[in-house]
């Protein structure tokens, strides 16, 4: 087993107008991987989609490749997502948006993720000997990187917009060897000049809408 390493990582982010047309979709199967059946436009093997989703609630606001796309049956599977022990999907209000990550960073350092760590609630009854206690949810998440301040950067322009109208964007993470991290974030990026040592610097963020999905 080896590390990957922080070096040679593409960092890319969808404008407004790599968020494709909403796709409705008809359904989504408990199965491994899931296979979601849909109305409208065909994605392509290989696409990334953004799912927006009732009832299934575990692949609510998260992105998915798309593989194994059936044409004729109007269906596609979501890649490595086993779907099996998910809530039931509801059609109403679902959709699927194909994904282009057209906006890439080059002035990005210092990564860091924060949350997802376990919400504990205390189930004791006077009962008990002991203390008991049920996972209930998991903080929210959230994505950051120290960016050097270039007000002209064309993907800091766009970070900045996105931030000004609190837009999501997804967000995709290259490393070295093309396996990725991927998810959907509303956007933190002030442009507020700051510094590392005597450099200038700025902070660019994501607040997550939902779990983050990883590809080898």
Do not use: C
């Not at 796709?23 to 199967?29: A, D, E, H, R």
């Not at 899931?34 to 994605?43: H, Q, R």
């Not at 700051?194 to 590809?215: D, I, M, N, P, R």
């Amino acid at each position: 087993m080896t590390y990957k390493f922080w070096t040679n990582v593409g960092v890319a982010m969808a404008s407004a107008a790599g968020i494709g047309a909403a796709v409705p979709i008809t359904s989504i199967s408990k199965a491994s991987p899931g296979v979601l059946g849909y109305t409208g436009t065909d994605p392509a093997n290989g696409d990334v989609v953004l799912l927006t989703v009732s009832g299934m609630t575990q692949v609510n606001k998260r992105l998915f490749k798309v593989a194994n796309v059936n044409t004729t049956a109007n269906t596609f599977e979501l890649a490595g997502e086993d779907t099996t022990a998910y809530s039931t999907f509801s059609a109403a209000g679902s959709s699927f948006q194909v994904i282009t990550f057209n906006t890439a960073f080059a002035t990005l350092s210092e990564p860091e993720g924060s949350g997802g760590d376990p919400v504990f609630e205390d189930t004791t009854l006077i009962h008990d000997a002991a203390d008991t206690q049920s996972v209930v949810s998991s903080s929210a998440q959230s994505y950051g990187f120290t960016s050097k301040w270039l007000p002209g950067d064309a993907a800091l322009v766009e970070a900045n917009k996105a931030f000004n109208q609190r837009s999501p964007r997804p967000v995709r993470i290259t490393f070295a060897d093309l396996s990725t991290f991927m998810f959907s974030g509303t956007v933190i990026a002030p442009m507020l000049p700051s510094t590392s040592g005597k450099k200038v610097t700025t902070k660019v963020g994501f607040a997550l809408e939902a779990a983050g999905t990883s590809y080898a």
